[in-house]
């Protein structure tokens, strides 16, 4: 009977769906922040490890919960500010906008975010000119 009752735990979890949003990554806080800015330049928001990081502060996003029927997940966020003795606790809605990119509701507010592509490391070795060799700067016709 023990057996049956694990079993059928094992079985509920299984079947429990996995989250397909995806929402780690770097987002502008507005349409005129640059997205090839370093990530110490501002009018960004990113996510990265759980931890939301925002334009006034850094939130650990905790306890997802699926939103039935949407690619939404609601977290509890536990918040700091700049100051450290600054700190509070929210909820929020993290969606996948229809356009793209992310959809953050808040108590009271609604936001929409693009996410900035992601740049592979053959685009970033393509940026950089690569070197003359050395041998082609000393030689002699």
């Given at each position: 009977m023990r057996a049956l009752r694990l079993l059928g735990l094992a079985l509920a979890f299984a079947a429990t769906p996995a989250m397909a949003l995806e929402v780690e990554g770097r987002y502008r806080a507005s349409p005129e922040a640059d997205c090839e800015a370093g990530d110490g330049a501002e009018g960004f928001l990113r996510i990265e490890d759980g931890v939301f990081h925002g334009l006034s502060g850094t939130c650990k996003m905790l306890n997802p919960v699926n939103v039935r029927d949407m690619n939404a997940q609601l977290f509890d966020m536990e918040c700091e500010g700049a100051n450290p003795n600054f700190q509070w606790t929210e909820r929020a809605l993290f969606?996948?906008?229809?356009?793209?990119?992310?959809?953050?509701?808040?108590?009271?507010?609604?936001?929409?975010?693009?996410?900035?592509?992601?740049?592979?490391?053959?685009?970033?070795?393509?940026?950089?000119?690569?070197?003359?060799?050395?041998?082609?700067?000393?030689?002699?016709?």
């Open positions: 969606m996948e906008g229809a356009e793209g990119g992310l959809i953050l509701a808040w108590n009271g507010y609604a936001f929409r975010y693009e996410r900035c592509p992601i740049l592979s490391e053959t685009a970033e070795a393509e940026a950089v000119p690569a070197a003359p060799p050395a041998d082609a700067a000393t030689a002699t016709d």
